[in-house]
């Protein structure tokens, strides 16, 4: 199975990303800092937490070679809820620049759906829709969210997987050639959940 | 519509009481919440009930034993005091925590750790009491036992504006006694918070499920679930006819 480094935030939900890859036999090593990364392999980088915080627990953990690789395509990166927020260039939560994978910017749910019976944090099982052929059987299940931003991707070939709140569509899934990112918890959802991780990583690693 | 069982624990035993009170050992919490995951639960919430007066030990050893079979959300909270506190919760496993005391008697808490965890795995925990003669609802701190100068709806608006993510909100009248939710409270909250509410306290029979607003963002379930008396497919299936919006497993 394939090598998986989890990188540590320091302040996430590492435990249950952690068991939920090992549940499903993927050979996990837990990281403080990405010094050894090995060329071919996956970098999780779970949720939880504050933009700007885990942008610079990034930059303190040598990061650089490895953002290099990732530029290279030299290895796979998968971002989760925050870890998908940091692909793109920046994020109203903070003023952190973000890594910049995908172009466009992290904003406020609230910037979007106020007033009413709007409710700031989207929490809960919502319906995921999939454009993909491999995760196909996956499309218009339910998953976990907990989120106050969404990112807004620039080019709408970038996304893979949409939800629906009050009526329009958000983006909660984007790939682009060796990086994806999901907004979110296929680690808490279920064993749907579980099965839609392992699809995921071995579509996307191929 | 989250189904959230909740369970009160202490070290790492589940226990139940009335009005948070008199509370009795039931069993083994991890293998609770275990039946309850393969039964289709959508969230767990632990309470720790003793963290505030001793170690955090127990509770620590039963969540990375939970989070080891349990893929659903656990939210996790009971002393937590520093922005440390929730971050030992949160390396030991816990998906959100939520604060109650701590946030009452300092609410900038609120702000350090939405500063450091992001507002959406803050949760703010409210143990209220309707005041017989003023007709307020009084907000309580320590599982209930010490009333706080805090009136209910000003400090819903104070911990919004101060960035918690979503309300779990305790009626301690009608916790354990399984006569019903609190519909008023429900109601009163739901009229003037944009936050996610979960309501907790009193359910007891399916019919207790007509009374409920579809604004609810999810349900506690306590004492039913861990007295058998009434199964998760029972309140999903339930849920489902009344026309809520809930997940099916």
Partial sequence: MYKTYLFNTGISNLLSVDHALKKLNYD?????????????CLVVVPGVGHFDNIMNKLSTSNFKKTDLLIKEKKIF??????????????????????????EGSV?????????????????????????????????????????????????ERDIFATTTLFDQSVAVGVKKDNVCGIQFHPEKSGTVGLEFLDFLIKDFCG | MRIISRLDIKNKFLIKGLALEGLRKIGNAKDFSTKYFHEGIDEIIYIDTVASLYSRDGIFNLLMETVKEVFVPITVGGGIRTVKDAYRYFEHGADKIFLNTSA???????????NNFGSANITLSIETIKD???????????????????NLRDWIVEATERGVGELFLT?????????GYDIKLMN????????????????????????????LSGIAIGSSLHYGTISIPQIKSKMKNLGFEIRDV
């Fill in chain 1, 28 to 40: 996990v090593v837990k990281i403080d800092n990405f010094i050894d990364i090995e060329e071919g």
């Fill in chain 1, 77 to 102: 990166f998968l971002g989760i809820c925050l870890g998908m927020q940091i692909l793109f260039e920046n994020s109203e939560e903070g003023t952190s620049k973000g890594l910049g994978y995908f």
């Fill in chain 1, 107 to 155: 904003r406020k749910l609230s910037n979007r759906f106020n007033g009413g019976k709007h409710i700031s944090t989207n929490v809960g099982w919502k319906n995921v829709q999939i454009k993909n052929s491999t995760l196909d059987k996956f499309n218009n299940n339910q998953f976990y969210f907990v989120h106050q931003y969404e990112a807004i991707p620039r080019n």
């Fill in chain 2, 104 to 114: 009452v008697k300092e609410p900038k808490i609120i702000d350090e750790l939405v």
């Fill in chain 2, 132 to 150: 017989k003669d003023s007709q307020t609802w009084g907000v309580y701190t320590s599982s209930g036992r010490d009333k706080s100068e805090r």
């Fill in chain 2, 171 to 179: 009626s301690i009248n009608n916790d354990g006694f399984q006569k």
């Fill in chain 2, 188 to 215: 009163d909250v739901l009229e003037y918070s944009n936050l996610p509410v979960v309501l907790s306290g009193g359910f007891g029979n399916l019919r207790h499920l007509e009374e409920i607003s579809k604004d």
